[in-house]
């Protein structure tokens, strides 16, 4: 049986993705990664500035795998995993990718990421920003790449800081979680802003 044809408001992802940085590789998700994610996933830190809750039983992360995978084979986003030296470390992501919706163009997506406690505070998460923004504004041939953290988050807003998104504005009290309303900031950058950023 064929696949099904892509929307003409998705993205083409190809499935044959591999992107390497000095200390890592980058490859989309695959089944046989949960395992690896389970420790991580069920982290309550790790989860804490997430949109999900920690994962209680493995299964809930091979239902989080599969659903990535199902995206990417939609032309809807690509996650990946990072891995140092084979090792998994966490994972990067273009979701919610766009083309266009009607007469409109607009070939963007959502940059999202997180890395488990451990290897956290050596540069890995701002090594695979990068390489993420450059698939993304290169074979992707997006125009804008958006991305946002809980107001809380300052580990995550200097991790954008990093990257070079521009702040677009504070959404107040724009969304709850565990009964606690949240700020949300807002980023973006355009891919002249990102080729300019490459040049120096």
């Not at 190809?14 to 089944?31: G, V």
């Not at 999900?52 to 795998?65: C, G, I, M, S, Y």
């Not at 809980?150 to 580990?155: D, I, L, R």
Request: proline share 5%; net charge neutral; glycine share 8%.
């Amino acid at each position: 049986m064929s696949a099904e044809p892509i929307p003409d408001d998705a993205v083409d992802v190809p499935s044959n993705l591999a992107l390497t940085t000095p200390r890592l590789r980058l490859r989309p998700l695959a089944p046989g990664d949960a395992a690896a994610m389970w420790p991580d996933m069920s982290d309550p830190e790790v989860s804490r500035w997430m949109a999900w809750d920690a994962h209680r039983a493995l299964p809930q992360t091979e239902a989080f795998v599969a659903h990535e995978i199902a995206r990417r084979e939609a032309g809807r986003g690509v996650t990946f995993a990072v891995l140092e030296n084979g090792a998994f470390r966490g994972i990067v992501s273009l979701i919610g990718l766009m083309h266009t919706h009607r007469v409109l163009t607009y070939r963007r997506a959502e940059l999202a990421y997180w890395l488990g406690r451990p290897h956290r505070g050596r540069g890995l998460a701002t090594e695979a920003g990068i390489a993420a923004l450059r698939f993304g504004f290169g074979t992707l041939g997006l125009h804008k790449v958006h991305v946002g953290h809980f107001g809380a988050n300052t580990a995550s807003r200097a991790l954008i800081e990093r990257l070079g998104f521009r702040l677009v504005g504070i959404q107040r009290q724009e969304f709850s979680k565990d009964g606690v309303w949240h700020d949300h900031h807002l980023y973006e950058m355009l891919d002249v802003e990102f080729a300019a950023r490459e040049k120096n």
